[in-house]
Nanobody, 126 residues
Framework: QVQLAESGGGSVQVGGSLTLSCVVT?????????FGWFRQAPGKEREGVAD????????RYSHSVRGRFTISRDNAKNMVSLQMTTLKPEDTAIYYC??????????????????WGQGTQVTVSS
């Protein structure tokens, strides 16, 4: 029903920047979906880092990335992005784009999202 394809991951040095993109193919109207970015590092639980409302008017961030990451959506291009700046080694993880039908009460709740991409690796080295 909804397919998500992430790209833009890679290796970067501490303090560097990356922008992840998520191309959305959907039978549902793009504007009816909320989106989030999650990440999972080896041996750690999945962490929600950012999400954005259907209209894009509200974006929320986890404490660990607030002020460094920016989520955005382009309703004309069916695309969601995550701009990451001032990257740290602890940002190393596989990053996943996710889509849902409702904007949950708090950022980072995986159960709010029914559709998931395959992930893209981000590695931050010192």
């Amino acid at each position: 029903q909804v397919q998500l394809a992430e790209s833009g991951g890679g290796s970067v040095q501490v303090g560097g920047s990356l922008t992840l993109s998520c191309v959305v193919t959907s039978e549902l109207p793009f504007s009816s979906l909320t989106f989030g970015w999650f990440r999972q590092a080896p041996g750690k639980e999945r962490e929600g880092v950012a999400d954005i409302s259907k209209g894009g008017g509200v974006d929320r961030y986890s404490h660990s990335v607030r002020g460094r990451f920016t989520i955005s959506r382009d309703n004309a291009k069916n695309m969601v992005s995550l701009q990451m700046t001032t990257l740290k080694p602890e940002d190393t993880a596989i990053y996943y784009c996710a889509a849902g039908r409702q904007f949950g009460s708090t950022v980072g709740r995986a159960s709010d999202f029914a559709f998931w991409g395959q992930g893209t690796q981000v590695t931050v080295s010192s």
